[in-house]
């Protein structure tokens, strides 16, 4: 297919779409584009779009390619649609979550050593947005469950894949809840420490060797569908 062709199929799926579109799902009813000429199109798409500075863009969130307002229209458009998102989490809720996010896999037990409070409820609810997900038990006694994220998380946030999660004060922004001071210090020193172990920065000079008080790392996982 005629590549300039493609572009404005695509660009008429991106408009009615609800959520990110992928290539492979895109190919799958394009019989005369491959993914990769998909892949392409949409790559060139987004550059073309976005150098329009329009009031629009397009974005690549969870593995997919979407049509969105620029953040700097976001309080418009929410007056006019009145946005209530059904999403909504509470400040206790988005601490829970970010621990889920840079420790996953963890278990309910791990989030609560975090904490310092039970959690049951919190994660409950957070299955129940769709925001983690079960992944397995752990090796452990009690074979507890392990939690982590989901296409939706990555779809709520703006992600294009857990590789882009922000700094955890910046999650909060996104909620619109500043974080404690106690959890900001713990996340942001398990992200220094996530960053170190990835080769992407040096761990902090005033963090020690070992952290006594540091979870232990995350227990090998007994890949399991939940029931």
Request: glycine share 4%; net charge negative.
């Amino acid at each position: 297919m005629e590549t300039e062709k493609l572009k404005k199929i695509l660009e008429s799926l991106l408009f009615v779409s609800e959520t990110p579109l992928s290539s492979k799902k895109a190919a799958s009813f394009l019989k005369d584009a491959t993914e990769g000429e998909i892949q392409d199109a949409f790559t060139s798409l987004k550059e073309e779009i976005n150098r329009m500075e329009r009031s629009f863009q397009v974005v690549e969130v969870a593995e997919g390619f979407q049509l969105v307002t620029r953040p700097e229209h976001h309080k418009w458009a929410k007056e006019l649609y009145k946005i209530i998102s059904k999403t909504r989490l509470s400040k206790a809720s988005m601490e829970a979550l970010a621990i889920i996010a840079y420790k996953q896999p963890v278990t309910r037990a791990e989030v609560e050593a975090i904490r310092g409070v039970e959690v049951s409820n919190l994660v409950q609810s957070l299955l129940e947005k769709k925001m983690v997900r079960i992944l397995g038990r752990a090796e452990t006694p009690g074979r507890p469950l392990l939690y982590g994220t989901t296409h939706e998380f990555l779809i709520h946030f703006g992600l294009k894949d857990l590789s882009d999660l922000p700094k955890v004060s910046e999650i909060q922004e996104l909620a619109g809840d500043k974080p404690s001071p106690e959890f900001l210090k713990e996340m942001e020193g398990e992200l220094r420490r996530r960053e170190s172990k990835l080769g992407l920065g040096p761990a902090s000079a005033e963090e020690p060797a070992s952290d006594p008080q540091e979870p232990p790392p995350a227990p090998d996982i007994v890949t399991e569908k939940p029931s």
